[in-house]
């Protein structure tokens, strides 16, 4: 005669137990996977910006110098003179400054 399997009745505590023993190691499992796929993505990730600036091609040098572009021209001289007189023959017309003044200034402003 051959040997019986004696079969245990688990109940629902005993079903829940090994399911959730079940489900426990196939998180841990799971964890460990992705955990180790990460570790192969970033490795790879690595080598492959390594290879890149293994094979990158040096930077273009230029056979000349070319020097920077000159600074901006300061504004004329001449806007200076004109905006001074301008202003002066605002305050004449104002009556600030009388004939002799503004001649004065005038003669002051053209000179310099």
Do not use: C, I
């Not at 499992?29 to 910006?49: D, R």
């Amino acid at each position: 005669m051959g040997m019986r399997r004696r079969r245990r009745r688990r109940g629902v505590v005993g079903a829940a137990a090994t399911t959730a023993a079940v489900v426990g190691t196939a998180g841990a499992v799971h964890h460990h996977q992705e955990k180790k796929w990460n570790q192969q993505a970033e490795a790879q990730a690595y080598e492959a910006q390594q290879a890149a600036q293994a094979y990158a091609p040096p930077p273009q040098e230029t056979d000349y110098y070319e020097p920077p572009p000159p600074p901006a021209a300061a504004a004329p001289a001449e806007t200076d003179v004109t905006a001074q007189l301008q202003q002066l023959a605002q305050l004449h017309a104002s009556g600030v400054l009388d004939d002799a003044e503004f001649a004065a200034a005038k003669q002051k402003v053209l000179n310099s």
